[in-house]
């Protein structure tokens, strides 16, 4: 187990299993240089969290199916953001035309380092300087992307076959589909860039068997992790799942709920549903 203040690895030093769990935005320790930055209240920072995802996976943990789970906290860099993603005017020293193509949620303030909340305004009473960008890439972002590489290619070289499973929490969708229902899981799969049909269509299928609804790509098809660590012309595929908060949250989507264990059982189920599948068409166990 690989256990430091920015993130822990669990089972990912000889892995059992071709797929990886990552949680990149459970973070919720922040500094108390950090706290002292902030021109909005500490308890708004926790629309940046997603709260307790790290719990969601706990089951899975107990089966030692591989895990990462990210200890820094999304305020202080976003690992679900690319290194050229930066907000530059919440950088000091960079200007917007040294930024290549910003999107639109680095514009809008949720770049790799987050600015701004909706209804709150920004977040930091003052832009970083870069140094500090640069150290917060190199002690945080850079270390967990080449964590999660390394782990994936070993499993890659071993099984066959890789997959990462990309653990996020969504506040709840308003969109209801036309049969009436809201979804409560989101799928994303960068449009098929990140993985094949057949994984998105074996969790889809779980889910429905569930009881729940699930949707693909929309509102979310998944960020950067899915597009620097997905690569299925070499057998590596990756998937980001969005769960509703209010699935294991209470009604302030603060602490859990008592639902929290199912879901976390469900999740696991999941797991060994695809694991099933790998059993069926790969060989699991190390190469020859």
């Keep these: 187990m690989l256990d430091n203040h920015n993130f822990i690895g669990f089972g990912c ?3 059992r299993f071709p797929i990886l769990l990552s949680v990149p935005h459970a973070g919720r320790d922040y500094p108390p240089n950090i706290l002292q930055q902030l021109r909005i209240s500490a308890d708004q920072l926790l629309r940046l969290e997603d709260r307790y995802a790290d719990l969601l996976v706990r089951d899975c943990m107990a089966q030692t199916i591989p895990t990462v789970i990210a200890r820094a906290p999304r305020a202080i860099i976003d690992l679900n953001r690319g290194v050229d993603e930066v907000d530059a005017d919440m950088v000091r020293g960079v200007d917007w035309s040294q930024v290549a193509h910003p999107s639109a949620k680095t514009r809008g303030g949720l770049g790799l380092i987050p600015r701004r909340l909706i209804g709150a ?3 930091w009473k003052q832009p970083i300087d870069k140094a500090e960008l640069d150290d917060r890439i190199n002690d945080i972002h850079r270390p967990y992307h ?6 994936l290619n070993n499993m890659q070289a071993k099984f ?6 990309d653990v996020h929490s ?3 969708l308003n969109n209801v589909s036309k049969d009436g229902e809201v979804a409560r899981w989101v799928i994303g799969d960068r449009f098929g860039m990140s993985a094949d049909n057949i994984y998105t269509d074996l969790i889809m299928g779980f889910l429905s068997d569930l009881g729940y609804k699930a949707v693909m790509n929309a509102p979310y098809a998944g960020g950067y992790m899915l597009e620097r660590h997905g690569n299925p012309s070499r057998g590596i595929y990756a998937l980001q799942i969005e769960i509703d908060r209010n699935l294991y949250l209470d ?3 603060r602490e859990p709920n008592k639902d929290m264990s199912k879901i976390s059982m469900q999740i696991r189920q999941m797991v060994n549903f695809v694991l099933e599948y790998f059993k069926s068409n790969y060989q699991l166990e190390a190469a020859e």
Excluded at 160 to 165: I, Q, S, T
């Design 13 to 15: 030093d000889d892995p």
């Design 146 to 151: 080449d964590y999660i590489s390394a782990v």
């Design 160 to 165: 066959g076959v890789a997959l990462l499973v």
């Design 121 to 123: 305004g920004d977040i």
């Design 170 to 172: 969504m506040p709840s």
């Design 251 to 253: 009604e302030n989507n």
